[in-house]
């Protein structure tokens, strides 16, 4: 039997170990990989080309769903599923405009998770059912805060959007700069342009923004510059 090649991009090593055991439980699944941030999933990503990819939302440097972004735009075939702490409207609609095929909470039950692994292996979509009311709820709304969120989103690029998570998470220009290869300069003008397209003209409301789309978690521990 072909086993179906996983990949587990969760930032809480407990957690992560977690889901390992879980899944290495099953004679259909391998856990090929472990990324501990939205980074390092795109890379582990690009080099083991798992078939499914559990990604949590909420992690340092590069955040779930614009790691999914560039995950699907590296390897195509590869399906996401997303995990997540919370089911607030924002994130679920967020995870789907990504290009994520699953949703799934945390607190599922592992014979769900497992389930979803092998629905989306196979082309189909998969949502736990609290996840599955959210959107139907959501499908019947002509607009949004979710949705408007997603809107804004989709007009920043994904370098701009690592740039917003960074800063979003109290990196001074210089750290943002090492972290992603570039310069100060660089770093200051993507800055501005995020500012410009969101209409938020301070650190502090770049911040609000990125907790309100789902891009940090509220319970991250910034320091505002």
Known sequence: MKRITVLLAEDHTIVREGFRKML????DLQVVGEAQNGRQAVALAKKLRPAVVLMDIAMPLL?????????????????V????????????????ESGAVGFLLKQNSSHVVCDAIRE??????????????????LDGK????AGRSQSRNARLTSREME????IAEGKANKE???????????VEKHREKVMSKLDVHDTAGLTRYAISAGIIESSVQLTIV
């Open 176 to 186: 943002t700069a090492a972290e992603l290869g570039i310069s100060i300069k660089t």
């Open 142 to 145: 002509s607009s949004d805060r």
């Open 120 to 137: 989306v292996q196979k082309g189909k979509t998969f949502y736990g059912p609290t996840i599955a009311r959210r959107l139907h709820q």
């Open 24 to 27: 290495e439980l099953e004679n």
């Open 163 to 166: 740039v917003l998570q960074l």
């Open 63 to 79: 955040n779930g769903l614009e790691a999914t972004r560039q995950v699907l735009k590296a390897v195509p075939a590869t399906k």
């Open 81 to 96: 599923v997303i995990l997540s702490a919370h089911s607030d409207d924002a994130y679920v609609k967020n995870a789907v």
